[in-house]
């Protein structure tokens, strides 16, 4: 039996690893420990806390006597840490908040963890941890700053982070190598490309973009659409990080990419398409469209769903170009790649959206208002 604190799993990518590593292990305890921040929604947990295999705590990262107790109460042999704020327009907008989480709060994690799994030192002076713990950190690309149009990120490229968000993540990734370094803690980093996939929170781009088609609203992006991302479907994700938990080597990083660039245009002209081919296809889903345009037979028209949404705006301060990462390290070491081809993974995406209606206004309603509403207006 394996016990994993893992923070933050109200949200996307943590709410798919736990609900992984659950259908993948029968021998797994999982306590989750999440703020319910804006972007965290218990919604997306609550089928899998039955409180004998999963169990949740409301709690901040950052709070040391909570983080304690659940070490006192529960013998943890992974800490796997998802907890952030994730978000670069909302870090240019409250730089501080990602201090505070993203830096203090995994500072504090690997403390309690560094006093609860430490058993004595050795003739050194270092100290010597429990058997087979180990804490985890998931990263971005981000840390790395940015590519011209050539090149990958490798595990080795200068971390050059430009935005609060990734400088955040950058300074917890230090904090991770410093705990490595100065008490031989048993750690590991995945610094991984952009995800999607179900349970996006929808002021992200690929659901922002299903989400403003199905409402009928126009379709921001970012400058002139050219920046690129390499896209990883999340299931592909936690599949690498479940790997590196279990078999990766202590203290390494692993840089975990889908070798997919696309760009910010593309991607929103292939989600148009999609979700146009996939109503084309099923009268059901184009009940789900709100702007209900009919044609001169009465029925629901999807002509209206076309590239005309897009709408450029000013660009993101500071917009890294390109990120492209060189995944080499984890397929050699530990036979990992990605599994799913984008073309599928984006059909599987919408779908999940499209039936998934409910779970969009739960997490969209009560005190959060649309992001990109509230800068771009309707
Ligand atoms: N989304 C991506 O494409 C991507 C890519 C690479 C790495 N990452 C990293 O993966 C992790 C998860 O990203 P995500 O997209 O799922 O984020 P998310 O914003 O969807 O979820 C973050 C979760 O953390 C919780 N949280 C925030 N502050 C907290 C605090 N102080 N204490 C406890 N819980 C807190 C939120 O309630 C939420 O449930 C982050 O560390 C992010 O940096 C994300």
Redesign the pocket.
């Known amino acids: 039996m394996k016990t994993y604190l893992v923070?933050?799993a109200?949200?996307?990518?943590?709410a798919n690893y736990v609900k992984y590593i659950l259908a993948k292990y029968s021998d797994v305890k999982v306590v989750i420990?999440?703020?319910?921040?804006y972007?965290?929604n218990l919604g997306t947990i609550a089928k899998d806390i039955d409180n004998e295999r999963c169990f949740f705590i409301k709690g901040?990262?950052?709070n040391r006597d909570v983080v304690d107790g659940l070490f006192a109460e529960y013998r943890f042999d992974y800490v796997v840490n998802?907890?952030?704020?994730?978000h670069v327009d909302r870090s240019i907008e409250n730089p501080q908040l990602f201090l505070i989480?993203n830096i203090l709060?995994t500072q504090n994690l690997l403390d309690c963890a560094r006093r609860a799994w430490v058993m004595g030192k050795d003739e050194q002076g270092y100290p010597t941890w429990r058997r087979g713990v180990r804490y985890h950190q998931?990263?971005?690309d981000e840390v790395y700053g940015s590519l011209g149009a050539e090149g990958y990120f490798t595990e080795t490229t200068p971390l050059c982070p430009h935005s609060p968000y990734s400088a955040s993540?950058t300074s917890a990734d230090m904090f991770v190598m410093a705990y490595r370094d100065t008490y031989k803690m048993p750690v590991t980093i995945t610094r991984?490309?952009?995800?999607y996939g179900p349970y996006h929170?929808p002021e992200k781009l690929i659901p922002l973009i299903i989400k403003n088609i199905l409402e009928g609203k126009r379709l921001p992006v970012y400058g002139d659409g050219s920046n690129v991302r390499d896209w990883l479907y999340v299931e592909d994700h936690c599949k690498a990080i479940d790997l590196v938990v279990r078999e990766g080597k202590e203290g390494e990083v692993y840089n975990v990419g889908g070798h997919n660039e696309k760009t910010n245009l593309e991607i929103v002209k292939l989600t148009i398409a999609t979700i146009h081919r996939l109503m084309a296809d099923n009268s059901e889903y184009r009940k789900i469209l709100k702007k209900k345009v009919k044609d001169a037979n009465g029925e629901i028209s999807i002509d209206w769903i076309n590239e005309d949404l897009i709408t450029f705006v000013k660009d993101r301060l500071g917009h890294d170009q390109r990120y492209a990462i060189d995944p080499t390290k984890i397929t050699n070491a530990l036979g990992w790649r990605p599994e799913t081809k984008f073309e599928v993974g984006i059909v599987k995406t919408i779908e999940w959206y499209l039936e998934n209606q409910a779970w969009v206004e739960e997490v969209t309603s009560g005190d959060y208002q649309g992001y990109y509403e509230k800068m771009y207006g309707k």
Not at 10 to 14: H, K, M
Not at 33 to 37: G, P, R, S, Y
Not at 82 to 86: D, N, R, T, V
Not at 192 to 195: A, D, G, Q, T
């Open positions: 923070t933050g109200a949200g996307f990518i943590g420990l999440d703020a319910l921040t972007a965290g901040d990262i950052c998802f907890a952030a704020e994730s989480t709060g998931v990263s971005t993540k991984c490309s952009n995800n929170f």
